[in-house]
């Protein structure tokens, strides 16, 4: 069974941090791209960061460029999201999502619909 994992969320004060990560099980992680999303209260899905299978190529929204980096670690499985000097707005369930590109060096993309696999999302909660 193909599935996405998300942990490390949590409720952290304001300027903390957080790494968040994202294991598969049941594909080989590393022939797909991983995007990062977050669902706030109210709002609509964001794409917030994304990287590609050969993990030269990243995308990061504005929102969260210089705060957040996304790295992966193909050995293990896992795609990280470190996030930096939080802000009560990063307030959101986060979700991890993998998408199988066309190749190797293909730059990744934030929209939701490119995607075919999720996980259950984590919470990060930002406040004093």
């Known amino acids: 069974q193909l599935q996405l994992v998300e942990s490390g969320g949590g409720l952290v004060q304001p300027g903390g941090s957080l790494r968040l990560s994202c294991a598969a099980s049941?594909?080989?992680?590393?022939?797909?791209?991983i995007g990062w999303f977050r669902q706030a209260p109210g709002k609509e899905r964001e794409g917030i960061s994304c990287i590609s299978r050969s993990a030269g190529r990243t995308y990061y929204a504005e929102s969260v460029k210089g705060r957040f980096t996304i790295s992966r670690d193909n050995a293990k499985n896992t795609v990280y999201l470190q996030m930096n000097s939080l802000k009560p707005e990063d307030t959101a369930v986060y979700y991890c999502?993998?998408?199988?590109?066309?190749?190797?060096?293909?730059?990744?993309?934030?929209?939701?619909?490119?995607?075919?696999?999720w996980g259950q999302g984590t919470q990060v909660t930002v406040s004093s």
């Open positions: 049941g594909f080989i992680l590393d022939y797909y791209a």
């Open positions: 999502a993998a998408y199988r590109p066309p190749t190797l060096f293909s730059q990744c993309v934030v929209s939701p619909s490119r995607y075919d696999y």
